[in-house]
């Protein structure tokens, strides 16, 4: 069956300071893969989203980055994080042989900026 | 990007049956529609998905017009436990591949 997996899960970080989150998925190969973010009390945004290893599409300009340096592993990354960056990140993948809108989701990392 | 438009919010009491309608003008020949629901510090659950016409399993119906413009979840005699958001999603053509856009989502209040 198939897994995804992401960490941490929970992480305080000052304004100005680096990022990296962590997805993995088990069980499958080549899925479309998904950034989202949503902030406190918002609905989801679509951040990024890749079909293939160093294939990233981004949705919205910002000072985050996504990379996909193995086909079932996807890291979000900011080099200088500012406070609207704050909120709960989902990680999520779905077949890519088919047209369908059914993605599986992470269990979340929730990002606090002070 | 393809605009998809839901009410905000929702009230309903146990026992009654909801329906809530997603427009989605932009979507592509080949995808598919799916609703999410999700609850407070967890990520979506899959509800339904459709294509065209009527689909229904054991917890929800969804109905999708001949155009696909639109389509609307149904949810059968709701309980306390109904209460949450939810999301209408639709694929998007995109040279790079079909980005997956959420609608803003639908706040359900279910009271007793």
């Known amino acids: 069956s198939q897994t995804i997996h992401q960490w941490p899960a929970t992480l305080v970080q000052p304004v100005g300071s680096p990022l990296s989150l962590e997805c993995t998925v088990e069980g499958t190969s080549n899925p479309n893969l998904y950034w989202y973010r949503q902030a406190a009390g918002r609905g989801l945004q679509l951040l990024f989203y890749s079909v293939g290893i160093g294939q990233i599409s981004s949705e919205v300009p910002q000072n985050l980055s996504a990379s996909r340096p193995q086909d079932r592993q996807f890291i979000l990354s900011s080099k200088k994080l500012l406070l609207s960056d704050s909120g709960f990140y989902l990680c999520?993948?779905?077949?890519?042989?088919?047209?369908?809108?059914?993605?599986?989701f992470g269990e979340g990392s929730r990002l606090t900026v002070l | 990007l393809a605009k998809t438009t839901q009410p905000i919010s929702m009230d309903s009491y146990e026992g009654q049956e909801v329906n809530i309608t997603c427009s989605h003008n932009?979507?592509?020949?080949?995808?598919?529609i799916t609703w999410y629901q999700q609850f407070p510090s967890q990520g979506p659950r899959f509800i339904i998905q459709g294509y065209k016409t009527k689909v229904t399993n054991e917890v929800a119906s969804l109905f999708i017009p001949a155009d696909r413009k639109s389509s609307t979840l149904s949810l059968p005699r709701v309980s306390l436990s109904d209460t949450a958001v939810y999301y209408c999603l639709v694929g998007e053509p995109n040279q790079a591949g079909t980005a997956l856009i959420f609608g803003k989502g639908t706040t359900l209040s279910v009271s007793s």
């Open positions: 932009n979507i592509a020949t080949n995808d598919y």
């Open positions: 999520a993948w779905r077949k890519r042989e088919m047209n369908t809108g059914e993605l599986f």
